[in-house]
């Protein structure tokens, strides 16, 4: 855990970024006194996610692709 003042934070903050990004905490402080934590973003996962890994949960019935009633979609302005 890295502990900065207000001052220091505005001035240096580009130089703790790695240490951010690597899972370290900032506590801002103002006059010595903790008021906030600063903590870097999880990455963002990388490629494509498989189609249908999930399948396997749930089906649909061949219903499900029916066309929807006149009425209802009426109903919905469509």
Do not use: W
Not at 24 to 48: D, W
Not at 60 to 72: K, R, V
Request: hydrophobic share 40%; aromatic share 8%.
């Amino acid at each position: 855990m890295i502990r900065l003042n207000v001052h220091e934070a505005k001035t240096h903050l580009s130089r703790y970024l790695d240490q951010l990004e690597a899972g370290e905490v900032i506590v801002l402080c103002r006059r010595n006194q903790p008021i906030a934590e600063i903590r870097g973003l999880p990455k963002p996962q990388v490629g494509t996610r498989p189609v249908g890994q999930f399948a396997h949960l749930f089906s649909l019935p061949p219903s499900f692709f029916d066309p929807l009633p006149e009425d209802f979609l009426e109903e919905l302005g469509a």
